[in-house]
């Protein structure tokens, strides 16, 4: 299995779970960021969590079984930062939060 074929499966998953007006961008290596125009914080803080839950069930792949967690860092605007390279970082940051608190979480 590569790992190509695995971020593949990844972000079919993630695409499967956001609206189709949402915006999907991989950012690089197995960062993903998803904009989510006019959802409240409310609302994104319990999609993030579904999300959580939902990319990190078990991919099969042919005979293998893989698993991954996924980390979830939140920003909002204008709340968290006034453009966009500010409110990617205060996401991005969130993220390493997130991992460091022990994975599988999400975090604003």
Same mark, same amino acid.
Do not use: H, W
């Given at each position: 299995?590569?790992?190509r074929?695995?971020?593949s499966?990844?972000?079919?998953?993630?695409?499967a779970a956001? +609206?189709?007006?949402?915006?999907?961008?991989?950012?690089?290596?197995?960062?993903?960021a998803?904009?989510?125009p006019?959802?409240?914080?409310?609302?994104?803080?319990?999609?993030?969590?579904?999300?959580v839950?939902?990319?990190?069930?078990?991919?099969?792949?042919?005979?293998l079984?893989v698993?991954?967690?996924?980390?979830?860092?939140?920003?909002?605007?204008?709340?968290?930062?006034?453009?966009a390279?500010?409110l990617?970082?205060?996401?991005d940051?969130?993220?390493?939060?997130?991992?460091?608190?022990? +994975?599988? +979480?999400?975090?604003?």
């Amino acid at each position: 299995m590569s790992m190509r074929a695995l971020l593949s499966l990844f972000a079919a998953r993630l695409r499967a779970a956001v +609206r189709e007006t949402d915006v999907l961008a991989r950012l690089g290596g197995d960062e993903f960021a998803v904009l989510l125009p006019g959802l409240k914080p409310e609302q994104a803080g319990l999609l993030a969590k579904m999300l959580v839950e939902r990319l990190s069930r078990p991919y099969v792949m042919g005979p293998l079984t893989v698993s991954v967690s996924a980390s979830i860092g939140m920003a909002s605007c204008p709340e968290s930062a006034s453009d966009a390279n500010a409110l990617i970082a205060a996401a991005d940051a969130a993220m390493y939060r997130a991992k460091k608190s022990g +994975r599988g +979480r999400v975090e604003l």
